[in-house]
């Protein structure tokens, strides 16, 4: 799980690491790995992408089928934003 290059280490996004990061970004924030790794994140974040509808027309289409509790799941995650996710996602949350 590197973003990074020659990583032996877990979730790293540099170079050549051994060690897992204690801190990772969240919404553009700088966040406990351990806290986001307890987080319980909706379902929805997790789909296939579609050649035809790219990146957020999969992401939409997948949020459609999210329930009341995906989209309170999504707001309690940390560093939750509504601007970095529509950003992301093209997703309008209220």
């Known amino acids: 799980m590197n ?5 032996s280490g877990n979730r790293e996004s540099g170079m050549f690491n ?8 969240v919404f553009n924030k700088k966040c406990l790995l ?3 790794d307890n ?4 379902d929805f974040l997790y ?4 050649k035809e509808l790219g ?12 329930t009341k509790k995906d989209i309170e799941l999504l707001k309690a995650l940390p560093n939750f934003n509504k ?10 949350i209220g």
């Open 34 to 36: 351990d806290t986001w």
């Open 83 to 92: 601007k970095v996710f529509f950003e992301i996602s093209g997703i309008e």
């Open 3 to 7: 973003s990074g290059n020659w990583n």
């Open 47 to 50: 789909f296939d992408i579609d």
């Open 55 to 66: 990146y957020k027309g999969s992401f939409k289409k997948s949020f459609e089928k999210a």
């Open 39 to 42: 987080a319980k994140k909706p």
């Open 18 to 25: 051994t060690k897992q990061p204690k801190y990772i970004n």
